[in-house]
């Protein structure tokens, strides 16, 4: 995986079901910088669909998803 910098901020969304993750990492974008980072851990089944579309919709960059064992992670990088 491309070198990334530093998180900006981790949001811990496993045990929370849709539509809460998604309100958890729009809120959290919203305090972001342009460039930024943010890390979202979930394992909603619904996540990677409803992540992938609002990254899409905002302007963001969904730079990768990681399957762990009992959740995914999520690097979205706050577009302009």
Do not use: W
């Not at 958890?24 to 980072?37: C, S």
């Not at 609002?54 to 302007?59: D, K, N, T, V």
């Amino acid at each position: 995986m491309a070198d990334i910098g530093p998180l900006a901020e981790s949001l811990d969304c496993v045990g929370l079901y849709c539509p809460e993750p998604l309100f958890q990492t729009r809120e959290a974008m919203d305090r972001l910088e342009p460039g930024d980072v943010l890390e979202v851990l979930a394992d909603d089944p619904a996540a990677q669909e409803d992540l992938t579309r609002f990254a899409r919709r905002a302007g963001h960059e969904l730079v990768s998803i990681e399957d762990n064992d009992d959740h995914k992670r999520f690097l979205i990088r706050k577009g302009e």
